[in-house]
Every structure is written in structure tokens, then in C-alpha cells.
């Protein structure tokens, strides 16, 4: 891991696409034609360890690769709470980490473009003409690593792409559209030198070209869902693709490509399986996940260390992670999700369940939603392996919720039809659910609450809340936000901007400081 924190100065730095092999660049190419596997494996390997586990500067144990920003980007909605303990999460809880000479700016920047990097090194040694499905399964895998990469960076350093919707609950906020507005550099294998800021526009225009292309070429070598969930297949890619296409308004392609995942993916359906703990790869909503071993992972810059309170971690040993009292309150009595929670409703139930109270419990409302030893095992009487839990990124209950979502928001007779979705969905959670309204902003509100419950603590409220102009509100009534945290924060607001990293700024010229956010 350590040689993999290797930095750069600057994008242009981080992504010279020029081949660092001794070997000359064509003969390189035939080794690939010859042997894909040998030649390319490696490098997608690579990134997947990226992916687990990168960061760049490891200031606290806030960093650990994608979870680890899963995790920080759920401290900045209102629905993970914060106790009088905050350890390293403090300046992500209060959204207050923008700035550009800040390690957060920094590990987002470099991580993701490296990522980029890499993609653009397996791109570079792929002809275009390839046709063997041994060479364009890496074709796939990289245009969806760079697609999932870029759409990431979109999240931090511009307003999403259209911000709030006009007939939804919450409107639009400030221009509404920024997609003319200033976002990352497109780098590709085919660029020379420092690259200027692109506008968001031109910055999704390569999302969702480089996430089609994949989807496309997963689908004609027959690699849509494969049998390994830590494979980066084609539901992955369309997975990233219609989170775009949500953040595009483009409804009709969102549905699309939740489709693509609906088609291959059931929704957990048990109890057991609800209640599992979400650490586990048999588990069958898992799109995309990763095998934590021994070998792979550290104990305290970790998933379970910061969000398993039955572990030794940071969550097990007092720095608590407390679901929004409004949220749980919410809550039906009948939904199994209630059971993430230890709330006044359902705490002599989880006594029982657990046989006492465990020391790690210090507030109502704290969740025990992710359990790196499994629940059951907990349950049981035995704790060890919790910083063993596997890593789950994608699950497949967000492709329904998101069709259902690109459904009513088209209105008409496609209202009615994403209601459907979404009572056939949350009757696998609450056996009672019957949801009957009408009114599309109503019934998108709804489902952005099923959904803010069923992805707690995952990052994903975070990605509604930019394009939904959803605010941060911890201080409407019933808030158990500590009281420094009790704040109002609109998706306009700059606390929601991250500056350029300043390497960036003093080391590429086609940006500079005049380029810089504000």
C-alpha cells in the first residue's frame, strides 16, 4: 500500500498517458493483441487496490479509498449524527474542508485522477479496431473506471450538473443549470500536455460516452453481470451511468440503465439478509464489492472500523454513529430497516435480540446497520473478524429506486408506474407498505426518504441532496445533531465547492489561479 501512495504534482503530471515500459510502445501493443491478461490484468488489479484503499496524503484514518469517501460524504448530509465524540471527522460533519490547500481537496483530486491515469494507459495500448474479447473487456473495464472517476470529480469541484428539479418539493437552487459552468480537466489517452478545466457539460459528455461505450461492449462479449461481484462488469458501468443521467435530468436514460441492473439483480428479500450487517460478497444485491482479507486492509483506516459499533474500531470504542432522530422517527414500526436503529420504539426487542446491552451502545438512535462480523455472529456471542467485513460499493436496490424515481418525474402514466416500483420495493422491507399518493412532488419526496433510509450511511444521500438541491437542515425540530453541528447549508452554497488543490493551481498553466473556485 505504501507504493501505491505515491503523489504528483499536478494533472498534468498525474496523467501522462506516455508508456513507462522498456519496451517500445508498438511492440508493447502486439504483447497485448497477444496476451491481453498478462499484459492488462495487472493494471485493472492496480486500480481496483485504488479504488479499496488509495489516498494520498493519510493525515487521519478518515482515508481509505472509496469507502472511505462513502463515509466522509455521509458526515455532510443530515442523516448520520454525531455525538460529543468526533475523532478525525469533525471538518467533513460540519462541511468545512473545501479549502485549497486542505488534505480532503487533495485526496479527492489525485485519487480519482489517477484512477484516470491508469484507464488512460490500458486505452493508449488498445487499438481502436480490437476485436477480441480478451482485449475489449479491458477496453470496457477502463472507459467505465474513467467514466466512474470523472463523474466523481464532478461531485466536488462544481454545483451538480442541474440543481433541483422545478415541480419538486424542494425547487431549484441558484442558476438551476450549470452545466456551462467550470469542472474538471478532460484528460484522455490521446492528450498532450496540461490540460484548462473543461465545462461540466463537456465533463459528462465524457461520462456518459466512456459508460455507454462500456456498457456496449460489456454487452456484446457477454460480460453485463459476471458470477464475481468484484468484477468492474457492465452493471457496474450502468450503475455509474444512470447516477449521471439523474444528475442530467435525463430520465428517460436513467430508467434505461437502471434497467440494465434491474434485469440482472434482485433486491434482498429476508430478514436475515437485511439484517445481515452488509459485509458480506454472497449477499445478492451486491453489484460491485471487494474480498477484505488480512492482506488487504488496515484496522483503523477502515469501513468497519468507522461505522461497525460491535467492532474495535473507531464506532466500537465510543465515537458513535447516530441515525437523524426525524429519519428513524419516521420510520413504520413494520419496516425491518427500523431494526438498524436502536430506537425507544425497538430497544427492549434488540436487548433481547443481543442478549444485554453492548458497551459500544451510548445513544439512542445508533445504528447497527453495518456489522463487519456479520449480525448473526454478534448475536451469537463472538466479535472476531469485524475488520474483516467485505466492502460493498454498488447494491442493486438503488437501480429500483432510481427507475421508480425516473418514472414519476416524467409524470403522467409513468407516475403511477414508478409508484408501483417503488410499493413492490419496500414491501420486501415493511410487509404494510402501501403507498398511495399522486402528487409527484409528494411522492418523489417519499421516495427520497425510503431511499434515504435504505442507503444510510452509504454516501449516497449525499449525491441526491447536489442534484435534488435537497439542504443540509439540522436544525428543524427533533434534530439530535450536536449543537456545533446544528446548521443550514444550501447545495449552492460555497461550503459545497472544493477548490483546485493548490499543486494544481501553481503547476498548470491552462488553469491558474483565475480558474480557481472562489
Known amino acids: 500500500m505504501a507504493a501505491s501512495a505515491v503523489g504528483f504534482a499536478s494533472c498534468s503530471d498525474d496523467l501522462d498517458t506516455k508508456q513507462t515500459d522498456m519496451l517500445p510502445q508498438d511492440r508493447y501493443d502486439e504483447m497485448v493483441q497477444e496476451d491481453a491478461d498478462k499484459m492488462l490484468s495487472s493494471k485493472i488489479a492496480g486500480i481496483q487496490s485504488d479504488i479499496q484503499y488509495w489516498y494520498y496524503t493519510q493525515s487521519s484514518h478518515n482515508y481509505f479509498g472509496q469507502k472511505g469517501l462513502d463515509y466522509r460524504t455521509a458526515l455532510m448530509g443530515n442523516d448520520v449524527v454525531m455525538t460529543n465524540k468526533f475523532a478525525m471527522s469533525w471538518w467533513d460533519h460540519v462541511i468545512d474542508y473545501r479549502g485549497y490547500d486542505l488534505v480532503a481537496t487533495s485526496n479527492v483530486w489525485r485519487g480519482y485522477y489517477r484512477i484516470i491515469t491508469s484507464a488512460n494507459e490500458i486505452l493508449n495500448s488498445i487499438p481502436e479496431d480490437a476485436t477480441s474479447p480478451s482485449v475489449l473487456k479491458y477496453k470496457a473495464m477502463a472507459l467505465g473506471m474513467r467514466g466512474y472517476a470523472y463523474l466523481y470529480l464532478t461531485y466536488f469541484y462544481q454545483y451538480a450538473y442541474k440543481v433541483g428539479v422545478a415541480d419538486n418539493q424542494w425547487g431549484v437552487g441558484g442558476k438551476g443549470d450549470y452545466s456551462q459552468e467550470l469542472g474538471v480537466p478532460d484528460v484522455t489517452e490521446q492528450s498532450v500536455g496540461n490540460q484548462p478545466r473543461a465545462t461540466l457539460a463537456k465533463n459528462y459528455e465524457r461520462i456518459t460516452g466512456d459508460l455507454e461505450e462500456s456498457c456496449r461492449i460489456f454487452e456484446q462479449i457477454g460480460m453485463t453481470k459476471t458470477a464475481d461481484p468484484t468484477d468492474f462488469d457492465g452493471c457496474v458501468s450502468a450503475t455509474y451511468l444512470y447516477r449521471a443521467y439523474l444528475a442530467m435530468q435525463d430520465w428517460t436514460n436513467a430508467a434505461k440503465y437502471a434497467k440494465v441492473v434491474m434485469d440482472n439483480f434482485d433486491v434482498l428479500k429476508t430478514k436475515a439478509d437485511i439484517l445481515q450487517g452488509f459485509s458480506s460478497l454472497s449477499l445478492g444485491d451486491i453489484v460491485y464489492g471487494c474480498d477484505i482479507t488480512s492482506d488487504n486492509t488496515s484496522i483503523y483506516a477502515s469501513w468497519f472500523s468507522q461505522m ?211
Open 308 to 518: 461497525d459499533m460491535f467492532g474495535d474500531g473507531y464506532a466500537g470504542i465510543g465515537v458513535s454513529r447516530v441515525g437523524f432522530k426525524p429519519l428513524v422517527d419516521r420510520i413504520s414500526d413494520s419496516d425491518v430497516r427500523l431494526d438498524w436503529f436502536w430506537s425507544p420504539r425497538n430497544f427492549s426487542k434488540l436487548i433481547a435480540e443481543f442478549g444485554g446491552q453492548p458497551a459500544s451502545l451510548t445513544h439512542y438512535y445508533q445504528s447497527a446497520k453495518f456489522v463487519g462480523a456479520g449480525r448473526s455472529n454478534v448475536v451469537d456471542g463472538y466479535g472476531e473478524g469485524w475488520e474483516l467485513g467485505d466492502y460493498i460499493y454498488l447494491r442493486s436496490e438503488e437501480a429500483y429506486l432510481s427507475y421508480a424515481e425516473a418514472l414519476i418525474q416524467q409524470g403522467g402514466t409513468s407516475l403511477t408506474e414508478g409508484r408501483d416500483v417503488l410499493n413492490a420495493f419496500m414491501q420486501t422491507r415493511d410487509p404494510n407498505y402501501d403507498c398511495t399518493l399522486t402528487d409527484k412532488a409528494a411522492l418523489i419526496e417519499e421516495l427520497i426518504f425510503q431511499k434515504r433510509v435504505e442507503f444510510w450511511g452509504e454516501g449516497l444521500e449525499y449525491i441526491d441532496n447536489r442534484r435534488l438541491n435537497i439542504p443540509v437542515d439540522r436544525t428543524v425540530d427533533g434534530s439530535n445533531h450536536y449543537v456545533s453541528a446544528k446548521m443550514k447549508v444550501e447545495q449552492t452554497d460555497l461550503l459545497f465547492l472544493y477548490q483546485l488543490p493548490a499543486a494544481e493551481i501553481d503547476n498548470n498553466p491552462e488553469i491558474g489561479q483565475d480558474n480557481q473556485n472562489p
